[in-house]
């Protein structure tokens, strides 16, 4: 026999060499199914990460699509608002002409009033002076008898004036 089998060493080594070879025998399915288990939830997570990546896309998209319909519902909005803004603008303008066209009508009524009135108080005055002339010049140029005969003659065509 070899000499080398003889020697305790040699022995040594054999021994390690099964004890780990059983070592590696019992541990590696052990290793190998806690290595398949880290990878399977490894996997687990990364479809889970997956999937919710695929649903913030869908979010986005269904986002982005809600944002453009919101933009064009604003969109409408302001140009409704412009429209009815030059509408009440317009139907202003054509309110302040009417309103501008009624006071100018007004003014015009009331000059006119004015004017009416100032030559009826003019023709008052004028009557009021001639009254007044009249009676000076019949009360310096009518004796008694002549203005006794006047007063009974407006007596008298008094009663069918009145009726």
Known sequence: MPEFMHDAEFWVLIAFVIAM???IYKTTGMVTGTLDARAAKIKAELDQAQALRDE????LAEYQLKQRDALKEAEGIVAHAKAEAE???AQGAKDLDAAIERRRKQAVEKIALEEAKAVADVRNSAVDLAIGAVRRVLAQDLDESRKSALID???ANLP???H
């Open 21 to 23: 070879a059983f070592l």
């Open 56 to 59: 913030a896309q869908a979010k």
């Open 87 to 89: 509408r009440i603008a």
């Open 153 to 155: 003659d407006a007596i």
């Open 160 to 162: 069918p004036t009145l």
